[in-house]
């Protein structure tokens, strides 16, 4: 919990309050908890009197520590605050509703304020009877609702509802994760479909980024950029490595016309001292061939027909002269001497014939 605590509190600029349970064990470990939940940079910490095991409090068989423990619990939270100079506000939540009954979940309410507490919350009260009655107690201490989406003991009101109570803080603990849970339902619903979340359900690769805090780095990592990095940046994308362009030739199939996307082919400069220009180096002679790889889909349309220095085939076959079963390295050997020397030609598992020419 204050490791995920920490995490949280680090990303917002707002005050979060951090679910302690039970404190983890007696009066000595709450003191620890609530320590530890302020060096987690918590603003709030909410504890209960349920005994360990806890679990929820709209479920049945609750169970409580005794009215003296539960107060003595909240008693070393506030000391625990006190030594470490903190401000966290102390949350005192009673499980005795279910567990024992209204009266004692009142009682155990004012006791804690009296011991210090900063907000009491009193869970799974049963009508909105219970929940006035609770916010007439120790009118001073600010009271908390948990509202329990879905079907828990307390009934579910707005804000607005629980403010005109008494009430000064309210939980809706399940709206989050629901709405989310919903939403990945329905986006997969989609995509085993066959089709995609509509735009509008979702926000764009910009919003994203902005809400992830990309662009707010960027602006700030500007401020911190030297005339070397710039330098570096100027040599990375001009002088390493060369893009040529090729767009590709339009087919017609069928009165239709389709057009691929232009190929990028990147081709490492740093191969001309080895005699990219057939003039130099016995090695030369394969940088002056041209292979070319071409793919036409099992429906006779062209999906690709690029061409690329044959030097790059060669360098990975002196390395790694078989691939797949295919001696690749012997293919090249025997098709160097031929003009639109066939290497291979086949059809892959999706019925797309796949050519590669040595030109």
Known sequence: MIDQGRLITQSVSIPVIGDADNGYGNAMNVKRTVKGYINAGFAGIILEDQVSPKACGHTRGRKVVSREEAVMRIKAAVDARNESGSDIVIVARTDARQALSLDEALFRSRAFADAGADVVFIDALASKQEMEAFCQISPLVPKMANMLEGGGKTPILTPLE???????????????????????????????????????????????????????????????????????????????????????????????????????????????????????????????????????????????????????LDGITNIVPALGGVNIKELLDNAAEEIGGKLLDFNDRMGDRIQVFLE
């Open 162 to 312: 629980l403010e005109d109570i008494g009430y000064k803080l309210v939980a809706y603990p399940l709206s989050l994760i629901g709405v989310s849970i919903r939403a990945m339902q329905d986006s997969l619903t989609a995509i085993k479909g066959g089709r995609i979340p509509p735009p509008g359900s979702m926000p764009s690769f910009e919003e994203i980024k902005d809400i992830l805090g990309f662009n707010a780095y960027y602006e700030e990592e500007k401020r911190y950029t030297t005339s070397t990095d710039q330098l570096l940046s100027k040599r990375e994308s001009s002088s390493l490595y060369s893009v040529q362009q090729r767009e590709q030739v339009e087919t017609e199939q069928t009165s239709q016309t389709v057009k691929d996307a232009i190929v990028e082919v990147i081709t490492p400069d740093v191969y001309n001292k080895y005699g990219a220009d057939s003039s130099r180096e016995p090695f030369s002679g394969i940088w002056s061939r041209t292979l070319r790889i071409k793919i036409t889909g099992r429906d006779g349309l062209e999906k690709l027909d690029l061409r690329i220095p044959a030097g790059f």
